[in-house]
């Protein structure tokens, strides 16, 4: 997965979207704002404020010992107006995550508009989805979100963010099969397959199994996907 960052601390697949309420280049300077109880912020201020405060602690701590008393001190709030807000810790992880994902795919779709061929979109879908080394933060906030229990208003939420990487996946493979460049592969069952064999492999890395210490995970994972759809008599 790429490897930019766009400010201290701060990978840039954890900002949202541009037109967004994301961290600006001064979010970790309002780390020690001071509490004004008397002056609280209100509405999309709040949350806002509340969600860039996140997203920093995030990049900087990892989500396991995330409070919400830290993000109310990085926001300048109080811890009150933060469970007001947002309810509970679990509520605010979900939104980071839409935030992430909202950027990821916004850079990913970036990226291909400038590939090439479906082959060429196909390499970037893996880079994405896989996570670049053990601990990357994006993989360790959907860990996090995934184990939380959920509304249904929550699942509805996660199941459309896991069902985007089948239906990236699906376009690329679709385009790449009417070209002629891709065999002539059972769409539904191949993604199932592909994106089943890419989460295990996001796992053993995030594990921290030794096999990917030496090897490329991404390399290894785009082979055993490019020899499926390599159409019949082509070396």
Same mark, same amino acid.
């Given at each position: 997965m790429p490897t930019s960052e766009t400010g201290p601390g701060l990978p840039d697949r954890l900002l949202p979207p541009e037109g967004g309420v994301g961290p600006s280049a001064d979010a970790r300077a309002a780390a020690r704002v001071p509490v004004d109880r008397k002056r609280q912020p209100s509405g999309d201020e709040a949350r806002g404020r509340a969600m860039r405060a996140a997203i920093s602690l995030i990049a900087e701590k990892g %989500?396991? +010992?995330?409070?919400? =008393?830290?993000?109310?001190? *990085?926001? +300048?709030? =109080? %811890? +009150?107006?933060?469970?007001?807000?947002? +309810?509970?810790?679990? *509520? $605010? $992880?979900?939104?980071?995550l839409v935030w992430s994902q909202a950027d990821l795919w916004a850079r990913f779709q970036q990226a291909a508009d400038r590939a090439a061929s479906p082959a060429e979109k196909l390499d970037l879908f893996v880079r994405f989805y896989l996570p670049r080394h053990q601990g990357d933060e994006r993989y360790a906030l959907w860990t996090q979100v995934m184990i939380q229990g959920h509304d249904e208003a929550g699942r509805r939420i996660l199941t459309e963010l896991l069902d985007g990487w089948d239906e990236r996946l699906e376009a690329i493979l679709r385009e790449g099969r009417a070209l002629g460049h891709f065999a002539d592969v059972d769409l539904p069952e191949f993604t199932i397959r592909a994106v089943a064999m890419l989460s295990g492999i996001s796992e053993d890395v995030m594990f921290g199994r030794s096999r990917w210490q030496h090897s490329s995970a991404h390399a290894f994972a785009l082979s055993a996907l490019e020899r499926e759809l390599r159409p019949t008599g082509r070396a």
């Open positions: %989500t396991a +010992g995330l409070r919400m =008393s830290d993000i109310a001190a *990085r926001a +300048g709030m =109080s %811890t +009150g107006h933060i469970l007001y807000h947002f +309810g509970k810790k679990d *509520r $605010l $992880l979900l939104e980071v």
